[in-house]
């Protein structure tokens, strides 16, 4: 059995990561038709990404915190937030009485869980179809290794 290097796997990763990204644009928006969905609520796919970035961490709350970890420029994301905000789906708060007064918190409304909730029950479903294909002990260490991999890049891809 050939020895395969860590920098093989690193470049797999890495194309992987592209392939998924085509693969979500094709797949996602065309086959479940999630575009048009979207439009009915007056959403772009990056203003619904982001809004499952903030479901997912809601320990990130302001849009400091948010551009550094989405590698948006605070310029261009204020703009999407605040056609959020406009639209109903995020609340900018008043600073804490801690704080200097600069800083805005950002939360999701409730327009924006149901549509989060609408949106990923769409994606769960017409994703869950590709592993479908898939004998019960395949589904099974594809889910064990994508499960060890989500830990490893949780705490910054160093596995402890």
């Known amino acids: 059995m050939r020895q395969i290097t860590s920098r093989e796997i690193a470049a797999c990763v890495l194309t992987m990561s592209t392939n998924f990204l085509r693969w979500h644009k094709t797949y996602i928006e065309k086959s479940c038709n999630i575009k048009a969905g979207l439009m009915e609520h007056n959403l772009t796919i990056p203003?619904?990404?982001?809004l499952f970035f903030l479901r997912m961490n809601p320990k990130i709350r302001t849009?400091?915190?948010l551009s550094a970890e989405?590698?948006?420029s605070k310029g261009s994301l204020s703009l999407m937030l605040t056609k959020l905000e406009k639209n109903g789906y995020l609340r900018k708060?008043?600073?804490?009485?801690?704080?200097?007064?600069?800083?805005v918190y950002l939360s999701l409304t409730?327009?924006?869980r149901e549509v989060l909730k609408e949106a990923e029950e769409t994606l769960l479903k017409s994703t869950s179809a590709v592993f479908e294909q898939m004998d019960d002990e395949a589904k099974n260490k594809f889910y064990d290794k994508l499960m060890e991999l989500q830990q490893i890049f949780a705490i910054g891809g160093i596995k402890l």
């Open 47 to 50: 203003q619904l990404q982001i």
């Open 63 to 65: 849009v400091s915190a």
């Open 70 to 72: 989405l590698f948006i």
């Open 93 to 103: 708060d008043a600073p804490e009485k801690e704080d200097d007064g600069r800083k």
């Open 110 to 112: 409730d327009r924006a």
